[in-house]
T-cell receptor, first 111, second 113 residues
Framework: QKEVEQDPGPLSVPEGAIVSLNCTYS??????FMWYRQYSRKGPELLMY????GNKEDGRFTAQVDKSSKYISLFIRDSQPSDSATYLC???????????FGQGTRLTINP | NAGVMQNPRHLVRRRGQEARLRCSPM?????VYWYRQLPEEGLKFMVY????????ESGMPKERFSAEFPKEGPSILRIQQVVRGDSAAYFC???????????FGPGTRLTVT
């Protein structure tokens, strides 16, 4: 079993839709949670960084963490074609610096 | 403020040759991490370094791979006697402190022929 599970998709939605991206994890010691966006043949770009359970909002992006269910989500409102990319969730254990990544979900926003 | 810089961006090596990948962290960042992304797979941690010290190399293959982050200059990931299975994208990330967000570079795409 992978430590972080993420549906690879692909996921295709129309422009303007609300997108929901999800990951589950198995290790209850994971404390920090991140979402990265990766365009094709580029490096991952940090979108959201959270520590506690609950929601964190930044513009059109909302990250949600539910530690009791070991479930993390990223919501994108008013999706744009420029949001088309692969989205990676990542987490790490407090006291350890290495990030554990999900496989990534490939998202396409259709104009 | 320049981001994490990696070079070369593309590297082609024949089987048995050595590959050297360089990473300059963001200004003010003293923590460097290397990750590998195989085709159709997620990013896998390889090694975490601070200046002149390897802190965690639990993701490094036991043979042929080494990393350093000298007092002066960039961090180097070295792969000796490359094989086809080493073909991948290698990403470097840096952070300003412990338990802080990691910022990634553009990656080096290694192709072994």
């Amino acid at each position: 079993q992978k430590e972080v599970e993420q549906d690879p998709g692909p996921l295709s939605v129309p422009e303007g839709a609300i997108v929901s991206l999800n990951c589950t994890y198995s290790n209850s010691a994971f404390q920090y949670f991140m979402w990265y966006r990766q365009y094709s043949r580029k490096g991952p770009e940090l979108l959201m960084y959270t520590y506690s359970s609950g929601n964190k909002e930044d513009g059109r992006f909302t990250a949600q963490v539910d530690k009791s269910s070991k479930y993390i989500s990223l919501f994108i409102r008013d999706s744009q074609p420029s949001d088309s990319a692969t989205y990676l969730c990542a987490t790490n254990v407090q006291g350890a610096q290495k990030l554990v990544f999900g496989q990534g979900t490939r998202l396409t926003i259709n104009p | 403020n320049a981001g994490v810089m990696q070079n070369p961006r593309h590297l082609v090596r024949r089987r048995g040759q050595e590959a050297r990948l360089r990473c300059s962290p963001m200004k003010g960042h003293s923590h460097v991490y290397w990750y590998r992304q195989l085709p159709e797979e997620g990013l896998k941690f390889m090694v975490y370094l601070q200046k002149e010290n390897i802190i965690d190399e639990s993701g490094m293959p036991k043979e042929r791979f080494s990393a350093e982050f000298p007092k002066e200059g960039p961090s180097i990931l070295r792969i000796q006697q490359v094989v086809r299975g080493d073909s991948a994208a290698y990403f470097c990330a840096s952070s300003p402190d412990l338990f802080r967000e990691q910022y990634f570079g553009p990656g080096t795409r290694l192709t072994v022929t």
